[in-house]
């Protein structure tokens, strides 16, 4: 009898995070480790990602960390030189790490903006061309990027976060394009409301998350466990031939 669990098996597969040291990185890179995968964390700030890496430990998940600045242009090349040295063949690659300056327009600096672009944009393009010849060659791969709500809508103070996250859609669809008859997929994340560092000033205010929950099909906004099952099939072969797509997670906020 044909069984859909392989499907969303990862055992023997290993997955790099950037931004997994909290958040929705952690949350993903969790979901990933408890399909069997083993992961890689990847972020600035090295006590959070020891941290975050005993976390995942204590659930029976094999973790590694290695801390980075993903805004530097060289941030491809240096992870691909440490992975391989550690042994570290990167099956999937998931684009988390971000920031928002949350700025008026007009205070906005080029530095700032620049920054933005970096991150949001620069780093997953870079780490693609690092990590997805090697995934070609070894015949699997995913690359799942995090889009936004603002990848299709505008918010106050957030230009150049929004401008960054359009390009995330995009972005995705150029990866497909290139490397989907490789044997390696792209496809996007967007999440819709939940509780991480990014949107702590929005959840620190009541009536403003009450009403971003009433926007909601569903009622409420939502718990990073509401990521686990759309990050482990994006990565999973189950999403074999679906590439190129952004998946929005977000309660049904975009349909209201």
Same mark, same amino acid.
């Given at each position: ?32 480790? !408890?399909?069997? #995968?083993?992961?890689?964390?990847? +972020? @600035? &700030? ?7 890496? =005993?976390? %995942? ?69 870079? !780490?693609?061309? #690092?990590?997805?010849?090697?995934? +070609? @060659? &070894?015949?699997y791969g995913r690359i799942v990027n995090? =889009?936004? %709500? ?9 230009a150049p976060y929004g401008a960054a ?74 999403? =074999? ?16």
């Amino acid at each position: 009898m044909f069984r859909l669990t392989p499907l969303f098996d990862l055992t023997g597969r290993t997955a790099l995070v950037t931004g997994g040291n909290s958040g929705i990185g952690l949350a993903m890179a969790r979901a990933l480790g !408890l399909a069997g #995968a083993r992961v890689v964390l990847v +972020a @600035r &700030r090295e006590a959070e990602l020891a941290s975050a890496a =005993a976390g %995942l430990e204590a659930d029976n998940v094999a973790a590694y960390w290695t801390a980075a600045d993903l805004s530097a242009p060289d941030v491809g090349v240096g992870l691909l030189a440490h992975c391989d040295r550690a042994g570290l063949g990167i099956d999937i690659l998931v684009n988390v790490a971000g920031l928002n300056l949350r700025q008026p327009f007009m205070q906005v600096t080029a530095e700032g903006f620049d920054l933005h672009m970096a991150v949001h944009l620069r780093a997953p393009f870079l !780490l693609t061309q #690092a990590f997805a010849p090697g995934m +070609a @060659r &070894r015949g699997y791969g995913r690359i799942v990027n995090i =889009a936004s %709500l603002q990848s299709y809508r505008a918010f106050p103070d957030c230009a150049p976060y929004g401008a960054a996250k359009g390009g995330v859609v995009q972005l995705t669809r150029a990866i497909a394009e290139e490397w989907s008859r490789h044997g390696v997929t792209c496809n996007a994340i967007a999440p819709g409301f939940f509780p991480t560092p990014l949107t702590a000033a929005v959840f620190a205010d009541p009536a403003r998350a009450a009403k971003n929950a009433a926007q909601t099909a569903i009622g409420r906004n939502g718990e990073l466990d509401d990521l686990a099952g759309a990050t482990v099939f994006l990565a999973s072969p189950a999403s =074999a031939y679906v590439t190129g797509q952004t998946l929005t997670v977000d309660g049904g906020f975009t349909a209201k």
